[in-house]
C-alpha cells in the first residue's frame, strides 16, 4: 500500500519565498476544509481486462479525485455498461506518459493521444491491443483537442495558447511540419478546448470563456457583437468568480483547413469543452455550470445545448448570467446538473445497436460517467433525454472517439491523474429496431422540413440581402422557438431602414414582439418612443405567458439599449407595469421587479415584500432581496421587518457558496443604509441567523493523543456497526467540522457541503484527508498570503475585491472580512498550507473518531446502516 493525496498543487520551496511571506505562512489562520486523500494498492497495468457489467448507479461529484497517483487505471470489472457491453482496460499510463486529456484516431488506425502537460503520444495497436507507444512531440502544452483531417493533425493547444497543423514534410511519418493556424490571448482554466470536422469540411473549435482576443474572426460572424443587457448592472460582478470574463464568453468558431478565415459562430457558453455533429449535420455541445452559483437565481446547470447559427446562450459574469426564460438566449435542450463536461461524441460511426448508435456520448469528468443523450425530432431541433452508458469510480473521463473497428475508446485523466485506456464494444444479440410508425415517420418528415427551413434564414445570418425582409418576415410569429431565433437574427442583420416602420406596425403578437426585441437589439435609439407605446398598447391579459415574457423583456431591451426614458415615458411605463405586477408567472415577476425598481415605482416596495413573503424557493428569495436593496429609502419598518425575516429564511435554505456570500453582502449593504431608528425597531432581526439543528456547543477540548494512520487504519472495519450516531454528531462538532461544513441544513458554508462525502469516498480516504491536510488544496479553498508595505502581512480567503481594495477573510469562525488597500499589497501569493489544520481528530478517543467517520459516510441519517448493532 502507499498513500497519495488527492490536492493537485505541489507548494513551491520555502527558500524561494520572501521573509514576510514565510512569517504569513507560520502565522496564518486555519479553517477546516476537507480535502481528500487515498491509498491504493499500485500495481502493473494489465493490457486487456474485460468484464461485462450490470447497471448500477452514478458516482458522486469529485470521484476524479480517487485516481490521484493510483498508478493503475481503474479495473473494469469495477465499470457498469449496459448488458451486451464489453469493456477492456487497455493501458495504464506510465510515470513518463503524463496525464491524458484528449485522443484522436489517425488515417492508420493509430491513436494519438495528448499529455497534459506536453506533448503528444502515439498508440499502434495488434491483434487489438497497444503494442507501440511513441512520443510524437514534445512541445505543445496540454492539447485539448485533437484531429485529423486533409492528411494532417490539427491540435488546439490550451497552455500554448495557439491552434496549430501539424503534417509530415519528409514523408517519413513524423509530423514535423508546425504551423500556427490561431493564436489567442487570455487564460487557459476555460480555455482552447476542442477542434472538430464539419459535415461541411470546415474546421469548427470550441473555446472557454477565459479566452480573448480573437480579431481574426470575420465581421460578418452569424454572432453579432454581444453585450452584457442587464437592466441593472450588479457592482458585484467584476468581484466574484471569474469577474474578468469578457463576451463573447464561451464560443465556437468556424474556419477553412488553412485557417485563413475565421467567423464566430455561436457564443455564451462558460466552458462548452468539446462539439459534435449528428446525422443530419447539426451540432451540439455539453457546457459547463459554475457550481457555487447553486440555489441562487443567476445559477445554470450543466446542459445539452444545440449549437445554431448567431446563438448568444447567455453566460455572463457573476450575477448577470441570463436565465434560460430570456427570449432572445439560446434555447436549452436538456439540463444535466451536477456534472463536469468534458468529451462529447455521437455513436454515427460504431458498430452499435442503433439506439446507441444515434447517441450522443457526453462525458462527465468529476462523477466518473458517460452518459447516452438520445434526440428526437421536436420542429427545428429535437427533445432529448438521458441514461447512464459507462459508470465508475474513480473514472475521470476526458475524452472519447470510436475507433476503426466500431468500438468505443475512452480516456481517463486530467489534473495529474493516473489515467487509463478503454475500449467499449457490443458483444452482445443483434438488435433491430421495430419498425416506425406513420406517426413517427410524420414526425422525421416535419423535422427535416422544419430544420430547412431554419438553415434558409440562417443563411441570412451575417450579411445583409435583397429580398431578405421579405422571406424572414412570416417566420417571426412562428410557434417553433427555433424557427424565431433564425428569424429574428436574420433580421437583425438587414437594413433596419427596411424594416423598422413594418415592425412597429406589425399586428401579429408575437411576430411584433420579436420584431420589437431585434429592434431593440439593433441599437435603433429613435425606435425607442413608438416602440415603448407599442408595448404599452397591448392586450396583457390576453397574452400567453411566453408573449408575457417576450413583452416584459423588450421594455428591458428599450431601456438598456435605446436609452433610459424620459420622465414622460419612464411615468407611462411605470403606470402601465405597476398594474402587472405580481403576475402569475415567477419568471414574469422577476421580469417585473427588475423593471419596476429601475423605474422607482412607489409601490414597488410594498408588491415585492409580499411576494418576499410567500416565497418558498431559494431563487426567489434572493431575487427580490437582491433588486430591493437598491431602494434605500422610502420604507415602513413592517416592510423592513418582512425584508429581513426573508432574509433570514434565505439564510436557513440550501444553497451553495456564491449564495450564501451574496445574503452576506445584501445584509451588510441594507444595515448600512438604515436610519438609527430603524436599526433599533428592528433589533436582533438584523443578526445573521443561527443555522437549523446546530451542534451544541462541546465546550473547551483537551488533548488525547495525537492521532497517526497506523493507529486508526487497522480500525476502520469497526465503522461499519454498531456506532453511535449521537456521539457521532458531537464529534463532528468537537473536531471543528461543523464550524466551515454543512451536514444536511447544519454547519458553515466556508469549506464544502459534506452532506454526500460518504457517496463520494469511502472512510479511507475520508480519515487520510483528515489527518494531512496540506499534502493538495484545491485551488477553491486555498488562502491567499499578503506581504504589505510596513512590514506586517495577512493571510486568508479572498471574499471579493474591487480596484481600490481586496476584502479578506482572515478567519472562517467569522464572516466579517479586513479590508486591503492594494496600493499598500507589496506581494500576494497562494499559500502551500491548507485553511484546514492538522490534529483535528486530536481532542477524541478512538470511538469518537470511528464515531465521527460513521456519522460523515451517513450524511447525517441516524438510520444509517453504521448505527445498527
Not at 450543466?302 to 459574469?317: C, E, K, L, Q, Y
Not at 469528468?365 to 465508475?392: H, N
Not at 456547543?697 to 486508526?712: I, S
Amino acid at each position: 500500500m502507499r498513500a497519495f493525496s488527492l490536492m493537485h498543487t505541489a507548494p513551491p520551496s520555502c527558500h524561494r519565498r520572501p521573509p514576510e511571506i514565510i512569517r504569513a505562512i507560520r502565522g496564518q489562520s486555519f479553517a477546516f476544509v476537507a480535502t481528500i486523500s487515498l491509498s491504493l494498492c499500485a500495481g502493473n497495468a494489465s493490457s486487456a481486462d474485460s468484464v461485462d457489467s450490470p447497471t448500477r448507479k452514478p458516482d458522486a461529484y469529485n470521484t476524479w479525485k480517487l485516481a490521484l497517483s493510483a498508478g493503475v487505471a481503474t479495473d473494469p470489472a469495477t465499470i457498469t455498461v449496459p448488458a451486451g457491453f464489453k469493456i477492456e482496460l487497455l493501458r495504464s499510463a506510465q510515470p513518463s506518459e503524463d496525464s491524458w486529456v484528449s485522443m484522436a484516431f489517425d488515417p492508420q488506425g493509430r491513436l494519438t493521444i495528448a499529455c497534459e502537460k506536453q506533448g503528444l503520444l502515439r498508440f499502434a495497436f495488434e491483434t487489438g491491443a497497444v503494442k507501440q507507444v511513441e512520443r510524437i512531440n514534445d512541445s505543445l502544452l496540454e492539447c485539448r483537442g485533437l484531429l485529423y483531417a486533409n492528411g494532417a493533425l490539427y491540435a488546439n493547444a490550451n497552455n500554448s495558447k495557439a491552434l496549430v497543423r501539424l503534417r509530415s514534410s519528409k514523408n517519413d511519418d513524423q509530423l514535423g511540419e508546425v504551423t500556427e493556424l490561431l493564436r489567442t490571448d487570455g487564460g487557459v482554466g476555460h480555455g482552447r478546448n476542442h477542434v472538430k470536422l464539419g459535415p461541411d469540411g470546415l474546421l469548427y473549435v470550441a473555446h472557454g470563456n477565459n479566452v480573448v482576443g480573437t480579431p481574426r474572426a470575420a465581421s460578418d460572424s452569424p454572432l453579432r457583437p454581444m453585450q452584457e443587457d442587464r437592466l441593472i448592472p450588479c457592482p458585484w460582478d467584476p468581484q466574484m468568480f471569474d469577474g474578468d470574463v469578457t463576451m463573447p464568453a464561451g464560443h465556437v468558431l468556424r474556419s477553412d483547413l488553412d485557417g485563413r478565415s475565421w467567423t464566430m459562430l455561436a457564443g455564451g457558453f462558460r466552458n462548452e469543452l468539446d462539439v459534435a455533429f449528428n446525422e443530419d449535420g447539426e451540432m451540439f455541445t455539453f457546457d459547463a455550470d459554475m457550481e457555487w452559483d447553486a440555489g441562487a437565481p443567476w445559477y445554470r446547470p450543466t446542459r445539452i445545448n444545440h449549437v445554431i447559427s448567431g446563438a448568444d446562450f447567455g453566460w455572463r459574469r457573476g450575477t448577470s448570467k441570463w436565465p434560460e426564460y430570456f427570449p432572445e438566449c439560446g434555447p436549452t435542450l436538456l439540463d444535466i446538473g451536477l456534472s463536469s463536461p468534458t468529451g462529447v461524441i455521437f455513436g454515427t460511426k460504431s458498430r452499435f445497436p442503433d439506439k446507441w448508435r444515434r447517441a450522443f456520448f457526453i462525458c462527465d469528468w468529476a462523477y466518473g460517467r458517460i452518459m447516452a443523450v438520445q434526440l428526437r425530432p421536436d420542429g427545428a431541433s429535437y427533445r432529448a433525454t438521458v441514461e447512464p452508458f459507462v459508470t465508475g469510480r474513480p473514472l475521470n473521463v476526458t475524452d472519447a472517439a470510436i475507433g476503426p473497428d466500431g468500438a468505443m475508446y475512452f480516456i481517463t485523466g486530467g489534473r495529474r491523474t493516473q489515467s487509463g485506456l478503454y475500449r467499449v464494444s457490443y458483444t452482445g444479440p443483434q438488435i433491430e429496431d421495430p419498425p416506425k410508425s406513420a406517426q413517427e415517420l410524420a414526425a422525421e418528415k416535419r423535422g427535416v422540413e422544419a430544420r430547412e427551413l431554419r438553415h434558409r434564414l440562417e443563411a441570412f445570418h451575417g450579411h445583409p440581402q435583397p429580398g431578405a425582409v421579405e422571406e424572414i418576415w412570416p417566420h417571426l410569429g412562428s410557434a417553433d422557438p427555433w424557427i424565431r431565433h433564425a428569424a429574428r437574427v436574420a433580421l437583425e442583420w438587414q437594413d433596419i431602414g427596411q424594416w423598422r416602420d413594418k415592425a412597429l406596425a406589425e399586428p401579429n403578437v408575437t411576430a411584433s414582439l420579436t420584431a420589437l426585441l431585434a429592434l431593440a437589439r439593433s441599437n435603433d435609439t429613435p425606435s425607442q418612443r413608438p416602440m415603448l407605446a407599442r408595448l404599452d398598447a397591448l392586450p396583457f391579459a390576453d397574452l400567453t405567458d411566453e408573449q408575457q415574457i417576450l413583452a416584459l423583456r423588450n421594455y428591458q431591451l428599450a431601456f438598456i439599449r435605446l436609452g433610459a426614458p424620459n420622465s414622460e415615458m419612464a411615468a407611462a411605463c411605470q403606470h402601465r407595469l405597476d398594474a402587472l405586477y405580481p403576475a402569475h408567472t415567477w419568471q414574469a415577476n422577476h421580469l417585473l421587479c427588475e423593471l419596476l425598481v429601475y423605474l422607482k415605482a412607489p409601490d414597488v416596495i410594498e408588491k415585492t415584500t409580499a411576494l418576499l413573503t410567500k416565497a418558498e424557493r431559494s431563487e426567489d428569495l434572493l431575487h427580490y432581496l437582491f433588486f430591493l436593496r437598491y431602494i434605500p429609502t422610502g420604507w415602513t419598518i413592517e416592510q423592513r421587518h418582512s425584508y429581513f425575516e426573508g432574509l433570514n429564511r434565505a439564510v436557513k435554505m440550501e444553497g451553495a457558496r456564491s449564495y450564501q456570500w451574496s445574503l452576506r453582502l445584501i445584509r451588510s449593504e441594507v444595515v448600512a443604509a438604515l436610519t438609527p431608528a430603524e436599526r433599533d425597531a428592528l433589533g436582533s432581526l438584523l443578526d445573521e441567523p443561527v443555522k437549523d439543528e446546530a451542534v451544541p456547543n462541546t465546550g473547551p477540548q483537551v488533548l488525547v493523543k495525537v492521532w497517526t494512520a497506523p493507529d486508526l487504519l487497522p480500525k476502520l472495519d469497526r465503522v461499519s456497526h454498531g456506532r453511535s450516531f449521537s456521539s457521532g454528531r458531537l464529534a463532528f462538532a468537537a473536531a471543528q467540522c461543523i464550524t466551515c461544513h454543512r451536514m444536511g441544513k447544519s454547519g458553515g458554508d466556508f469549506g464544502p457541503d459534506l452532506t454526500a462525502v460518504g457517496a463520494r469516498f469511502n472512510r479511507h480516504d475520508i480519515l487520510d484527508s483528515i489527518l494531512d491536510p496540506s499534502r493538495v488544496i484545491d485551488d477553491k479553498y486555498r488562502n491567499t498570503l499578503f506581504a504589505l508595505k510596513d512590514g506586517s502581512s495577512l493571510a486568508g480567503t479572498i471574499e471579493r475585491e474591487d480596484d481600490a481594495k481586496v476584502f479578506v477573510r482572515t478567519s472562517p469562525l467569522s464572516g466579517q472580512t479586513t479590508a486591503v488597500s492594494k496600493s499598500e499589497i507589496v506581494r500576494r501569493e497562494a499559500s502551500p498550507i491548507s485553511p484546514m489544520p492538522p490534529g483535528l481528530l486530536n481532542v477524541l478517543t478512538e470511538n469518537q473518531i470511528l464515531d465521527l467517520l460513521a456519522f460523515l459516510e451517513s450524511g447525517g441519517d441516524p438510520q444509517h446502516a453504521d448505527f445498527k448493532p
